[in-house]
Each structure stands twice: as C-alpha cells, then as structure tokens.
C-alpha cells in the first residue's frame, strides 16, 4: 500500500495517519508487531475507484488538496474524527484536525469538505 505516508517520523505532522482498529493514528509511532491481530485500515481501504468514501469524493469536490502528499492521513483522521463524534462546529473540526499538517495550506477546502460530509449525516462512514 502507498498511500500512508513518511513524513516526520515524530507524529506530529499527521501523514502517516491510518486507522487502527476504527481509531485514527499516527502510524509512525506505532511498532507494526505489538498489534498483531488488529486491523489496519489505510486510504486504500476506505474506498476505490468505483465507489468513492463520501470524504474522498467531498475532498475532491471542495479542492481541499493540492499536492496531495497528506491527503491520504487528513482523509484517514477526519474518517476518524467523524466517528468519534466530537466534532460539531468548525471549529471543532479544525481543533480535531490540527495534528494534520498541509504544506501547500488547503485547510479550507479540508474543513469544508469534513463539515460536508458531516452536514450530510453520512452512514458510510465505516470501512468499505
């Protein structure tokens, strides 16, 4: 799979976020063998090609990437963020999503595309 990414190895930048058991996490602070038996879901796993998960198509629809290096770990953690249900307001969703760095600045784009799928009260929220 490629879509994780390396990116400061510290977990403070969000690229490498993955969903771990149904929980966000920053995969680079995790070692691979303490969590044998669990389930690993990446971008990858969230949809295809063919049936899009609704944030990867609200992603699209609100231009919320630009290079698109973090958007496999913003996609991953706001799956998560929703399932948490913490998130109501924007400003909640920037808050949940601030351990998710964007060089290229798409924040914008990012929340409206999370407080989207969140107005829209999608089910489709667990893994396909």
Same mark, same amino acid.
């Given at each position: ?8 190895d510290?977990?403070? #930048?969000? !690229?490498?976020t993955? *969903?771990l058991? &149904? ?6 602070? =995790? ?6 038996g669990?389930t690993?879901?990446?971008i ?13 198509s ?10 698109g290096?973090c958007?496999?770990?913003?996609? #991953?953690? !706001?799956?998560?963020? *929703?399932?948490? &249900? ?6 909640? =969703? ?28 999608s ?6």
């Amino acid at each position: 799979m490629t879509g994780s990414k390396k990116g400061c190895d510290h977990g403070q #930048c969000g !690229a490498c976020t993955v *969903l771990l058991d &149904g929980k966000r996490v920053n995969s680079c602070l =995790i070692l691979a063998v303490s969590r044998e038996g669990s389930t690993v879901t990446t971008i990858e796993g969230l949809g295809s090609t063919s049936k899009m998960h609704p944030l990867q198509s609200a992603f699209i629809r609100h231009d919320a990437l630009q290079c698109g290096y973090c958007t496999p770990g913003q996609i #991953c953690s !706001a799956v998560g963020l *929703l399932r948490e &249900g913490q998130a109501k307001s924007r400003d909640e =969703i920037r808050e949940g999503m601030s351990g998710n760095l964007c060089r290229c600045g798409a924040y914008i784009g990012i929340v409206d595309a999370i407080a989207d799928v969140m107005a829209s009260g999608s089910t489709l929220l667990e893994d396909q």
